[in-house]
């Protein structure tokens, strides 16, 4: 029986993140965008700065 669980533990915590980005999913799209955005501003600051 523990052979079987141990093996079954590993999916069930990509199952689990899975349901939890699914169940956040607009959080998460919003905080990506935010952080592109934040990123390619740094990006063009420098450029703009070392040009």
């Known amino acids: 029986m523990s052979n079987s669980h141990q093996t ?3 999916p069930s ?3 689990l993140a ?3 980005m ?3 999913g ?3 799209v919003k ?3 935010l952080t ?3 990123l390619v501003a740094v990006l063009v600051g420098l450029a703009y700065l070392t040009h």
């Open 22 to 24: 699914v169940r956040k």
């Open 13 to 15: 915590y990509v199952k």
């Open 8 to 10: 079954e533990s590993k």
């Open 36 to 38: 592109g955005v934040g």
């Open 31 to 33: 905080h990506f965008a």
């Open 18 to 20: 899975m349901r939890n």
């Open 26 to 28: 607009g959080t998460s």
